[in-house]
């Protein structure tokens, strides 16, 4: 038998099956139907709230929005966080939709379109430059729209995050404007008369190491104090980045989130003058809705092939790609994963949990310990909160796309 992941706090049994948010995982599918993606607007608050009372008053929490940009789930974060982190001419139509106020929006992202920048700058939004003809072609735009405007420089930092996930920064990469080129190019933007707004470094995602996060706001704080010294500019605003990681796979512990602000706050009471006004924040995805999010799935068949048992769903990797193991993982593990109608009962065999395509990548779980299933009962995968939905080929083999419910929605 393999491991599987560890199941999130938040969950809990309501006769026999699994509850998510007060919600039996059988009512939500006759309610919904079957695959749907469930996010719990409650436990995403919860996080909301234990990132605030961890981390200091002076940091501002913004949400990747690429993570999970369901629109209710929009609104909700909406009202909780301080900024939205958009990537796409797209996001910026969600974002709004959303009710997000544009100066609370940041535009990163390489491969920005004339219409794209546009679209932003006509708005106010601040756009996070990746390259200095970046920077010309909104310069340009922004003279035609008779409107300044709001350039931060997304720096590609000289280090990256330790135990990161996915490596966004050191070295040569398509993301950012190299940490020597910046200086120039804070003057070129001050001396063009558009609004100057700071920095955006960001060195990496997911990891559960408190230690490597605090050394990369270490290095980011005192790489972000270095370019604004060479640029002899004030920053106005400086966004730390994120990488805050959730445990995914076996024998992952969940970050250390007190030491994480503890460390954070040291660094803020010892800034050098230069970032003494400057306004700080933190951009996160994953951390903030990732663990609140089950994946829920029926059972269409039970078979054995060469006494192996495989319970064969009527979801995949269509929609939850991740737990397959093939968005951004070298070797496959286990995924969070149980039986959504026998929850808790004791485990009774080896199972795989496979999804509906003709792939033998469709796999959600892999010879797992289960309670024994017949077709009709649910599957739950757990961590499904972001990088699911969005971020799965829902067009591959024509299933179609999973419903989405979102319940203890903000009033
Ligand atoms: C993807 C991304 C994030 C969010 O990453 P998570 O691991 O989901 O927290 C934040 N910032 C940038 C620039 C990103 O590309």
């Known amino acids: 038998m393999k491991p599987l992941g560890p199941i999130p706090p938040g969950f809990a049994a309501i006769d026999g099956e699994l509850a998510i948010g007060g919600y039996t995982a059988s009512a939500l599918a006759a309610e919904a139907g079957t ?8 436990l995403i608050t919860a996080r909301v709230a234990a990132l605030r009372a961890a981390l200091p008053e ?5 949400y990747a929005m690429k993570a999970n940009p369901f629109a209710p789930l929009l609104r909700h974060m909406a009202r909780l966080v301080d900024g939205f982190d958009i990537a796409s001419g797209g996001e910026l139509e969600m974002a709004e939709a959303a009710g997000v106020p544009a100066e609370r929006i940041s535009f990163a992202g390489p491969g920005k379109r004339d219409a794209d920048l546009e679209a932003a700058i006509a708005r106010g939004v601040t756009l996070n430059l990746e390259s200095a003809r970046e920077a010309e072609r909104a310069l340009a735009i922004g003279e035609q729209l008779g409107k300044p405007p709001r350039l931060a420089i997304r720096v590609n930092p000289d280090f990256d995050l330790k135990g990161s996930g996915m490596k966004m920064g050191g070295g040569a990469k398509p993301f950012g404007v190299d940490a020597a080129l910046v200086p120039g190019l804070v003057r070129r933007i001050m001396a063009s008369g558009a609004e100057w707004r700071g920095l955006h470094i960001y060195a990496g995602s997911q990891t559960l190491d408190a230690a490597a996060i605090a050394e990369m706001q270490a290095a980011t704080l005192a790489l972000a104090a270095r370019l604004a010294e060479e640029s002899r500019a004030v920053l106005p605003a400086c966004n730390l980045g994120g990488g805050f990681g959730i445990p995914y796979f076996p024998g992952d512990a969940p970050l250390d989130l007190a030491a994480v602000g503890d460390a954070l706050g040291a660094q803020f009471s010892a800034l050098p003058d230069v970032l003494a006004d400057t306004a700080f924040c933190i951009e996160l995805g994953r951390y903030l809705v990732g663990e609140a999010g089950v994946y829920l799935t029926r059972i269409i068949d039970r078979k054995e092939s060469h006494g192996e048992v495989f319970l064969v769903t009527d979801g995949g990797l ?4 991740a737990a397959s193991g093939n968005f951004g993982t070298v070797v496959r593990r286990n995924y969070p994963s149980a039986i959504a109608t026998r929850f808790g009962a004791p485990v009774e065999e080896e199972a795989s949990i496979v999804g509906c395509l003709c792939t033998p990548l469709d796999r959600l779980a892999d010879k ?5 299933a017949e077709e009709g009962d649910l599957v739950a995968v757990f961590c499904a909160g972001a990088y699911g939905a969005s971020a799965s080929p ?17 009033p």
């Open 368 to 372: 797992g310990g289960f309670p024994r």
């Open 394 to 410: 829902a067009h591959f083999l024509g299933h179609g796309p999973a419903a989405e419910r979102l319940v203890n929605a903000n």
């Open 35 to 42: 695959p749907l993606f469930v996010y719990d607007g409650a």
């Open 58 to 62: 002076r940091l501002g929490l913004h």
């Open 318 to 321: 269509h929609h939850q790609l």
